[in-house]
């Protein structure tokens, strides 16, 4: 499974962006797309989550603010970011979940900045 994800940039706060998660490969093996996010000096944090089945999980801290949804065959996953505000800054990774492989699979980071 490859994963290529795009949509990342700078933004003022209160703006908007829209990251995309495109998977390739394998993808009938892939029980779930999730966003996650590492900010400078922090952990990765799982921001958002859909299964195949439609059923979306979120962090609180973006409750009410992003929306992600992907398609029956997982083969894109959106996450709509709306109300950014700096603490959003960090890079956002997509990984797909796989029950026969440990960590699943990670694409590349795309970097979201978001000034005050």
């Known amino acids: 499974v490859q994963l290529q994800a795009s949509g990342g940039g700078l933004v003022q706060t209160g703006g908007s962006l829209r990251l995309s998660c495109a998977a390739s490969?394998?993808?009938?093996?892939?029980?779930?797309i999730a966003w996650h996010r590492q900010a400078p000096g922090k952990q990765r944090e799982l921001v958002a989550r859909?299964?195949?089945?439609?059923?979306?999980n979120y962090a609180e801290s973006v409750k009410g603010r992003f929306t992600i949804s992907g398609d029956n065959a997982m083969r894109t996953v959106i996450l709509q970011m709306n109300s950014l505000q700096p603490e959003d800054t960090a890079v956002y990774y997509c990984n797909a979940e796989d029950l026969s492989v440990v960590e699943g699979y990670w694409g590349k980071g795309t970097q979201v900045t978001v000034s005050s």
């Open positions: 859909v299964s195949r089945r439609g059923t979306t």
């Open positions: 490969g394998s993808i009938f093996s892939i029980n779930a």
